[in-house]
């Protein structure tokens, strides 16, 4: 790790030094089955993009969007892109040494504190990032601006209307605002899809509800991505039951209490549990049921410890719940269940259909639990299914790599 060269600028960081580990024309929808279409655009490809892609939030972060970005400039670099990451840091962690990521060279890591200078250090602010963040913009003139936070593009339209703003849509702000905030969301993201020079979306059904709430214009659909590991262990198929595995956040949405009700109709199965604060496990834990399924709750592991779990696990669980929140995610979980060639038991929710079919996986009620656990048990009753489905569900995962999801999006940068 760590042998490319990797440039850092420090920029208004609290003054004690961290060590680092080392480290509208047509629409163009990227959805159901393998990221399909890539265009490159071939014939801007003689020109080099440059790239600010603007976090304002620390990296490593203990959520899915930080292996997204991670992922994504890196690949992005690897393409040729010229990428300057513009971030929190959050010491002494490597911003993609912590996923197991090496800096391309052509990948610029530029750290800009949120905070005051020392001693007011505990004071931070998001317009004390954009602050910082005007000296990088100055500094490259042509460079495109990347953002998938609202806020922060709304206020660099504001503040740089002139300059190429790409936005990403992880969600509907508008929606999943709380309500006294969604009048003043839905101003600013109308704003930002009047204005952006290119708007990407991370699903169909996002991109769907961005032109129904603001107008149609072009919104490029491009899904998240996962590692694709080109050899798995060989899995217990057999006994594919004691073999179950949920990994990611423990927010309500996500159904993880879900799970641990239906686990007392599932004697004789074991489920592992990854993801989760000190605080979300200590509830979990005080509702797991005295009988049925033995629940092992594992925490917050390294994504390297999460990935060897998922890749020696038979049946994979994603108990979404309906609601905002869900109806317009990218789960990276679910492509990591694929290419760790995982049976899915799945809440039948429309985003998680744009990416597998009918018979790709369990489909059962969300916020059901009984229905949850006939899924699963259903698929631990039948191991030569569950083998069929995830070896299915692996093959598909190959369209989804972090690679091709930067193709495709190298081809619309440089198309700009």
């Known amino acids: 790790m760590g042998q490319a060269r990797v440039r850092e600028l420090d920029r208004g960081h609290h003054p004690q030094e961290h060590q680092e580990a080392r480290l509208s024309r047509p629409r163009r929808d990227v959805g159901r089955g393998a990221v399909r279409g890539l265009h490159h655009h071939r014939g801007h490809q003689g020109a080099v993009v440059r790239l600010l892609y603007a976090f304002p939030e620390p990296l490593p972060l203990e ?205 004789g199965c074991t489920i592992t549990l990854y993801g989760g604060d000190a605080a979300q496990l200590a509830r979990e834990r005080g509702r797991a049921p005295a009988a049925g399924a033995q629940l092992k709750f594992r925490g917050h592991v390294p994504q390297r410890e999460v990935m060897r779990g998922l890749e020696s696990a038979c049946i994979a669980v994603l108990p979404n719940r309906d609601d905002a929140d869900s109806r317009y995610t990218s789960p990276i979980k679910l492509f990591e269940y694929m290419a760790a060639g995982c049976a899915i038991v799945a809440s039948d929710l429309p985003p998680l259909r744009a990416v597998l079919t009918e018979d790709e996986a369990v489909w059962v009620r969300a916020g059901d639990p009984v229905s949850l656990a006939e899924g699963i048990r259903r698929l631990a009753a039948d191991p030569e299914r569950a083998r069929r489905m995830g070896a299915r569900a692996r093959e598909k995962a190959r369209g989804y790599t972090w690679r091709a999801r930067a193709e495709r999006l190298a081809g619309l940068l440089r198309a700009i």
Request: aromatic share 8%; hydrophobic share 45%.
């Open 63 to 267: 959520r899915a969007r930080g292996v997204q970005v991670a992922h994504a400039v890196a690949e992005l670099a690897r393409l040729g892109i010229a990428v300057e990451l513009a971030y929190v840091p959050n010491p002494p962690l490597h911003p993609l040494a912590y996923y197991g990521l090496e800096a391309p060279a052509s990948l610029r890591l530029t750290k800009l504190s949120r905070s005051l200078p020392w001693p007011l250090a505990r004071i931070h602010s998001n317009r004390l990032f954009l602050w910082r963040l005007h000296e990088r913009i100055a500094a490259a003139p042509d460079a495109l601006l990347f953002v998938r936070h609202l806020k922060l593009a709304a206020l660099l339209r504001q503040s740089r209307p002139g300059r190429k703003l790409v936005y990403e849509a992880h969600e509907v702000f508008s929606d999943t605002a709380p309500p006294a905030k969604r009048a003043r969301q839905f101003d600013m993201e109308s704003e930002v899809l009047r204005t952006a020079t290119l708007v990407i979306a991370n699903s169909p059904p996002t991109a769907e509800r961005l032109r129904e709430l603001y107008g149609e214009r072009e919104i490029e659909v491009v899904p998240n991505g996962v590692d694709w590991p080109e050899h798995l262990p060989q899995k217990d198929w057999a006994h594919a039951g004691l073999h179950i595995v949920y990994a990611g956040s423990f927010f309500a949405w996500k159904g993880v209490a879900d799970l641990v009700q239906a686990a007392s109709e599932l004697p």
